[in-house]
């Protein structure tokens, strides 16, 4: 999975709780990314991030919060957890280069259950 | 904005047959597209891309695409199915700023 680490890979938690999530890299690119998986929808953006301390929301962004202070490190937070948020999460990262061409590579994903 | 449209959410062949997934495009300039393929329980794994050198492009497993501006479409084929190919495949297009969008996925059965 190209130096990607999700965790954690499972989770069930209750409606209301606080839930965070980690994406870990080892490849130092810039661009890291946390989509959602949901059948019928593909994956869809929530954030993405274009350096240390820089993020921007994506697709489907309300209800979740990132931080980025490490290059290595991309964390994604539902601050009050909904059923709606059930879904498998994933992290992406992808190095901003002519040469790399946008290649995106996938972590192995972060399953939720909200309850 | 920029979108891709996979046509067919479920496709089934026979081992040995044709493999045609479908995916049209929409992108304002030149895009960078993408075909990627998720396996169960799986990330999903880069097949091939497109990055504006040769319209046919080759991945591995047997796998090629190839891109025709005219129809906006960058549909995946693959000459001899093979039971390991059933998997779930997105069509992705990413613009300037590294945004990818991607398609909703098509489901491959592949009958024995």
């Known amino acids: 999975d190209a130096g990607i680490t999700q965790s954690p890979r499972h989770k069930v938690t209750e409606t209301g709780t606080p839930v965070t999530l980690r994406c870990h890299q080892t490849?130092?690119?810039?661009?890291m990314y946390w989509y959602r998986q949901d059948p019928g929808h593909g994956l869809r953006l929530i954030h993405y991030?274009?350096?240390?301390?820089?993020?921007d929301k994506g697709e489907v962004s309300d209800g979740y919060s990132v931080s980025r202070s490490k290059t290595e490190d991309f964390l994604l937070t539902l601050e009050s957890a909904t059923s709606s948020q059930t879904s498998v999460y994933f992290c992406?990262?992808?190095?901003?280069?002519?040469?790399?061409?946008?290649?995106?590579?996938f972590g192995a994903g972060t399953r939720l259950s909200v309850l | 904005a920029q979108s891709v449209t996979q046509l067919g959410s479920h496709v089934s062949v026979s081992e040995g047959a044709l493999v045609l997934l479908r995916c049209n495009y929409s992108?304002?300039?030149?895009?960078?597209l993408f075909w990627y393929v998720q396996y169960p329980n799986q990330g999903l794994q880069l097949l091939l891309k497109?990055?504006?050198?040769?319209?046919l492009v080759k991945g591995i497993n047997g796998f090629e695409a190839e891109f025709k501006k005219s129809e906006t479409s960058f549909h995946l084929t693959k000459p001899s199915a093979h039971m390991s190919d059933a998997a779930e495949y997105f069509c992705?297009?990413?613009?300037?700023?590294?945004?990818?969008?991607f398609g909703t996925g098509t489901s491959l059965t592949v009958i024995p």
């Open positions: 497109y990055t504006s050198a040769a319209t």
């Open positions: 992705a297009v990413s613009s300037a700023n590294n945004q990818f969008y």
């Open positions: 992108s304002s300039v030149p895009p960078y």
């Open positions: 991030s274009y350096g240390v301390k820089d993020t």
């Open positions: 490849e130092n690119h810039r661009y």
């Open positions: 992406a990262i992808s190095e901003a280069s002519v040469l790399a061409k946008n290649i995106q590579y």
